[in-house]
């Protein structure tokens, strides 16, 4: 499975941003797909998660209202909308796999990563 994310950017605070990730796998919609993050420093962190069928969802706290995960099964594409973005917002996003059968937020149950894309929100 190789995943490849893009959509970062630079952008005021307030503003908004959406992240894709396409994945090259047949059985993309086996899959439960996530979004994390990393600042430096730090360790990646989970933001979201949607089930295979898209009929679940989670999110971190810290971005619970303002993102929103969701995903294409036709385009074997996952997506993040990031809206009233804040500086704490600034990151390299993850997008993540993962074949279990439940929507998972722990880091090493994701088997395969995308490269990351860098989101920047100024203040």
């Known amino acids: 499975v190789q995943l490849q994310a893009s959509g970062g950017g630079l952008v005021q605070a307030g503003g908004s941003l959406r992240l894709s990730c396409a994945a090259s796998v047949r059985t993309y919609s086996t899959y439960a797909m996530g979004w994390f993050r990393q600042t430096p420093g730090k360790e990646r962190e989970f933001v979201a998660v949607i089930s295979r069928s898209e009929s679940d969802t989670y999110y971190a706290p810290s971005v619970k209202g303002r993102f929103t995960i969701s995903r294409d099964n036709a385009k074997n594409t996952v997506y993040l909308q990031m809206n009233s973005l804040k500086p704490e917002d600034t990151a390299v996003y993850y997008c993540?796999?993962?074949?279990?059968?439940?929507?998972?937020?722990?880091?090493?149950?994701?088997?395969?990563w995308g490269q990351g894309t860098q989101v920047t929100v100024s203040s």
């Open positions: 993540a796999a993962t074949s279990l059968g439940i929507i998972t937020t722990i880091r090493d149950r994701y088997r395969y």
